[in-house]
């Protein structure tokens, strides 16, 4: 997400290098990055690539429309939320309502009034700053700060997609912290809420910055680990589980709290989905948690996987 205090990064496709120019140079005080395009196509490819914050967009195009540049940005699902302002010399009334039912944010004619122009791009960068942080947040969870379970099947949708496209690995591993509620019942929520938030740090110290820490929900926790394979998988497992046993609890210098993993891999099952993955590594927790816990099981090869069948787990 774009801060305050971060350049912005501006898309510019129009056929007209003039305006490629003046735009660059009228703009240069706005703390903006601005690419240019003079077709629709290199447009929509740099749309793709760079994910700029903003799309400035002609209407005339020499080898496809504006609005039907914007249809195609608004049709992707990894550039649909692009803000796009349409700036064309045409003053027809029905071009501008045409580009606002496509999804525009804005509509300036030519020849624009720069100060103008400038205060549209203000605007529209600040509207597309607070989409995306309301968009981040609802997919946060409030107590450890780590991704939340909607996030989570969002990412491992993409990530099941992306591993069956390219052929790559891809793990999953689930933790449940052991006899979660006897901790709760005998610290305290407040405690345990702290257990909770120190168990998310630990996980976030340990992961790559590419892997997914979500909190799946509860005393449960997940971590998509994208380019592993099960046995590596099932080391990162371990010294996620090695580190929360070891941590000392300043509150309760004697108490020891641990966690039961489980671990499953793409290449392990048969149905490659999702929803697969997941019941596995969830049959694999709970084998975990059904052998005495605090320790590491990673699921079998063919896992029958059960999809609609959640495994009941006492804390």
């Given at each position: ?110 020849p624009f009034d720069m100060a103008e122009l400038r205060a549209r791009v203000r605007s529209a960068l600040r509207t597309q700053r607070l989409v995306r942080m309301l968009a981040q947040r609802a997919h946060l969870d409030g107590l450890t700060g780590l991704w939340n379970r909607a996030h989570l099947d ?138 005495g816990r605090n320790h590491v099981v990673v699921a079998g090869p063919q896992e029958k996987v059960r999809l609609n069948a959640p495994h009941s787990r006492s804390a």
């Amino acid at each position: 997400m774009t801060g305050n205090n971060e350049r912005s990064r501006v898309l510019i496709v129009d056929d007209s290098v003039d305006i490629h120019r003046l735009l660059k140079i009228r703009l240069r005080d706005q703390n903006l990055d601005i690419i240019t395009a003079s077709t629709a196509a290199e447009g929509l490819r740099l749309a793709r690539e760079v994910l700029p914050e903003l799309v400035l967009l002609d209407i005339d195009l020499p080898d496809k429309s504006g609005f039907e540049v914007l249809g195609d940005i608004k049709s992707d699902p990894a550039t649909h939320d692009l803000a796009v302002i349409f700036v064309s010399g045409s003053v027809d009334s029905q071009d501008k309502v045409r580009g606002f039912d496509l999804g525009a944010v804005d509509y300036v004619t030519k020849p624009f009034d720069m100060a103008e122009l400038r205060a549209r791009v203000r605007s529209a960068l600040r509207t597309q700053r607070l989409v995306r942080m309301l968009a981040q947040r609802a997919h946060l969870d409030g107590l450890t700060g780590l991704w939340n379970r909607a996030h989570l099947d969002v990412r491992l949708s993409e990530c099941v997609d992306a591993a069956r496209r390219h052929g790559r690995h891809l793990s999953l591993v689930m933790a449940d912290i052991d006899h979660f509620k006897e901790l709760n019942d005998t610290y305290g929520h407040p405690f345990g809420d702290h257990v909770l938030q120190e168990m998310a740090n630990m996980l976030e110290e340990i992961a790559r910055s590419e892997d997914i820490v979500c909190r799946y929900g509860g005393e449960e926790f997940a971590v998509i680990l994208c380019e592993t394979d099960h046995v590596e998988a099932r080391g990162v497992a371990e010294r996620f589980r090695s580190r929360i046993e070891g941590a000392i609890w300043q509150e309760h210098e004697q108490l020891r709290v641990t966690a039961s993993f489980g671990v499953s891999s793409l290449s392990l099952l048969t149905i490659k989905s999702p929803e697969a993955l997941l019941n596995s590594t969830d049959t694999a927790l709970y084998e975990a948690k059904r052998t005495g816990r605090n320790h590491v099981v990673v699921a079998g090869p063919q896992e029958k996987v059960r999809l609609n069948a959640p495994h009941s787990r006492s804390a």
